[in-house]
């Protein structure tokens, strides 16, 4: 298995990091990009095993940081940059899926992954990762499968309270248990989801998806309800290509925290699901 750091140049001026995997392949493969969640990094706890696993047994898989994650140091201390962080909103995420994909297309990313590519784009979110991949997959025809862990139903999560007290400090700040930080969101980030309202309705673009779609939920997940899988389930019960699978004795994050150490059976099964509705 082989593992090339690419970085993509925004208009910011930030970069979009990514890790390419890929293996030795005796015909074409599609790419699978995996996306994490709100206040994740392309090297967060199971993704890097996730996107080994998919490399080795499905085709050449991307893991991607957005330029505004914050993340400057993510080995067994994450540590945040509060100051770019502040500044993300959904919109700029989906630009930046939208621009990997763009890249890809054109065979700007490493020439040898374009070599085998067969046309194909597959996409892995977890939580906000997974809500993303709904996103993108309505908006570009070269998403072929979506495989969704954890995932969110609705960006709204906020109460009005909230969200007017959001507005009349311009800025919202939570603490970040994994790191100790007060981390900060900028008024921007609930503007562009009230602005979008249409644009970001994870019910209804998932329920206009035709595409294979698999939807992986844990049935202890206290950060993502059970009942948000069941809703998004709801949602694509029309679509013959959708399967559900819901992890008994599993939490939002499948038994893993960061640093990664090992896997456990919660994981090896998402991982095993994965792989099969990919293959």
Not at 26 to 55: C, T
Request: glycine share 6%; hydrophobic share 35%; with cysteine.
């Amino acid at each position: 298995m082989n593992k090339i750091p690419f970085s993509i140049p925004t208009d910011k001026p930030l970069s979009v990091n990514t890790d390419i995997y890929y293996g030795d392949y005796d015909a074409k493969k599609p790419i699978s990009i995996v996306i994490h969640g709100f206040k994740g990094f392309r090297n967060w706890g199971f993704i890097p095993f996730l996107s080994e696993s998919i490399s080795k047994d499905i085709g050449p898989s991307i893991n991607i940081d957005f330029s505004h994650n914050g993340i400057k140091r993510d080995d067994k201390i994450i540590e945040y940059d509060v100051s770019l962080f502040r500044k993300n909103t959904v919109s700029k995420m989906l630009d930046e899926i939208q621009l990997l994909i763009s890249k890809i297309e054109k065979g700007e990313i490493d020439k040898e992954i374009y070599k085998i590519w067969n046309g194909e784009i597959y996409l892995l979110g977890h939580s906000l990762g997974g809500a993303l991949s709904i996103l993108t997959a309505s908006e570009n025809n070269l998403v072929k499968k979506i495989c969704i862990w954890g995932t969110i139903s609705d960006l709204d999560r906020n109460t009005d309270r909230q969200k007017k007290i959001w507005k009349e400090e311009g800025i919202m700040e939570f603490k970040d248990n994994t790191s100790g930080q007060d981390l900060i969101l900028n008024v921007s980030y609930l503007l562009d989801k009230e602005n979008n309202v249409k644009r970001f309705n994870l019910k209804d673009k998932i329920s206009s998806l035709s595409i294979p779609i698999c939807i992986i939920h844990g049935t202890q997940d206290f950060t993502v309800r059970l009942k948000e899988a069941k809703e998004l389930v709801e949602a694509s019960k029309s679509n013959p290509n959708m399967k559900y699978f819901f992890i008994e004795k599993c939490g939002h994050t499948f038994g893993i925290r960061h640093p990664f150490e090992q896997s456990n059976p919660q994981l090896d099964e998402a991982v095993k699901i994965s792989k099969e509705f990919l293959s």
